[in-house]
């Protein structure tokens, strides 16, 4: 459907767990003693009638995330459920990769098409210094299940850190060069932990990456349901992105509404207003009435985040508004 900007929201990403067995920095504390019991996050039967709803409202995207997904028993079953609703023709994963060489075989046998692998770092000690845990080993055969798959769409996501995994964008930029994956940059968003981390620009990593592999074409045209822009560097099979919040705000072409674990629809990243879904899900309410409120909340999706300049120093939005929810809660 349209919201009140004539934005087509058609792109929903859905959070099935807080929990993580990483502790990124940026995104999660480290004793973080905050979490959602299981009695407050929503079943997958409850996922999946949201999601129903939610398509007959035009969403046809789904990417499942987190905290890390891949926690949550038997994710095949709600994928399966997910692929299985009419006018849902895409449901894909964002993972930090721990677990997924087991998992990818029911994955891909339950419908996944694509997969984003977060990975900030290729040095085993940063990883561990990065996330907290020493599982560089267990994410990198993730990596590689992931590409015996000639099907599955494989990606993977780095947030640029000035000053911290500079000396890796080269290293990780590699992987685009010599498999066909894509390589994709992020701008630390001010958001939770994030806040107060250095922010590798799109203009600084890229031309880091020229110096090292020369000048890249600009590609137009879409290649996922997001944001990010692609350039093709030569000789390289895969491309690189650049998902750029800050230096390039994207919200005019935002297709996207996120659910939280325990059924928040939040219709923008940065502010907290939204509908708590759980609440009319297990009050008895009608589809009809969850259709109305689910309407309602697409159709007030806030014209643009107000993320103030590469400087990261925070918010500029009402303060009444503004979303302290970290990451990890959000699912990114
Ligand atoms: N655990 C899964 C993972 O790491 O892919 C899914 C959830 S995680 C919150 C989703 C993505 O958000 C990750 O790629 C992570 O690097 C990114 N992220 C977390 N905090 C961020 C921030 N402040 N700015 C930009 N990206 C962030
Ligand atoms: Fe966990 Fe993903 Fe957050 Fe890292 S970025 S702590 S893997 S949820």
């Given at each position: 459907m349209l919201d009140q900007y004539g934005r087509t929201i058609e792109y929903l990403r859905v959070s099935v767990t807080d929990k993580c067995n990483l502790r990124c920095r940026y995104c999660m504390p480290k004793d973080e003693g905050n979490l959602l019991s299981h009695g407050q996050i929503l079943s997958y039967d409850e996922i999946e009638r949201v999601v129903r709803l939610c398509a007959k409202m035009g969403i046809s995207k789904v990417k499942l995330t987190g905290g890390e997904p891949l926690l949550r028993k038997d994710l095949c079953s709600l994928l399966r459920k997910l692929k299985a609703i009419e006018g849902i023709d895409d449901?894909?994963?964002?993972?930090?990769?721990?677990?997924?060489?087991?998992?990818?075989?029911?994955?891909?046998?339950?419908?996944?098409?694509?997969?984003n692998i977060s990975l900030d770092t290729l040095d085993k000690a940063q990883y561990e210094a990065f996330t907290r845990r020493n599982q560089l080993e267990d994410a990198l055969k993730g990596l590689k299940a992931a590409l015996l798959y000639p099907q599955l769409?494989?990606?993977?996501?780095?947030?640029?850190?000035?000053?911290?995994?500079?000396?890796?964008?080269?290293?990780?930029?590699?992987?685009?060069?010599?498999?066909?994956?894509?390589?994709?940059?992020?701008?630390?968003?001010?958001?939770?932990?994030?806040?107060?981390?250095?922010?590798?620009?799109?203009?600084?990593?890229?031309?880091?990456?020229?110096?090292?592999?020369?000048?890249?074409?600009?590609?137009?045209?879409?290649?996922?349901?997001?944001?990010?822009?692609?350039?093709?560097?030569p000789g390289f099979k895969g491309k690189i992105g650049f998902i750029s919040a800050i230096s390039?705000?994207?919200?005019?072409?935002?297709?996207?509404?996120?659910?939280?674990?325990?059924?928040?629809?939040?219709?923008?990243?940065?502010?907290?207003?939204?509908?708590?879904?759980?609440?009319?899900?297990?009050?008895?309410?009608?589809?009809?009435?969850?259709?109305?409120?689910?309407?309602?909340?697409?159709?007030?999706?806030?014209?643009?985040?107000q993320f103030k300049n590469s400087e990261n120093e925070g918010c500029m939005?009402?303060?009444?508004?503004?979303?302290?929810r970290k990451m990890f809660s959000i699912g990114g």
């Open positions: 449901v894909t994963l964002t993972t930090n990769g721990v677990l997924l060489e087991s998992q990818i075989p029911g994955l891909v046998d339950a419908g996944l098409t694509a997969v769409k494989v990606k993977i996501n780095c947030v640029a850190l000035l000053g911290k995994n500079e000396e890796q964008w080269e290293k990780l930029a590699m992987f685009a060069k010599e498999t066909p994956v894509d390589v994709r940059f992020i701008e630390m968003m001010p958001i939770g932990i994030g806040k107060s981390d250095p922010n590798g620009s799109e203009k600084i990593v890229y031309e880091r990456l020229v110096q090292a592999f020369g000048e890249a074409e600009n590609l137009t045209g879409t290649f996922g349901n997001g944001p990010a822009v692609y350039k093709q560097f390039h705000q994207f919200c005019e072409e935002c297709n996207r509404v996120r659910l939280t674990a325990d059924g928040f629809l939040k219709p923008c990243l940065q502010y907290s207003i939204g509908t708590d879904l759980k609440e009319l899900l297990r009050s008895g309410t009608s589809d009809q009435e969850i259709l109305e409120a689910i309407k309602e909340t697409i159709y007030q999706k806030p014209r643009s985040h939005c009402d303060a009444m508004q503004e979303e302290h």
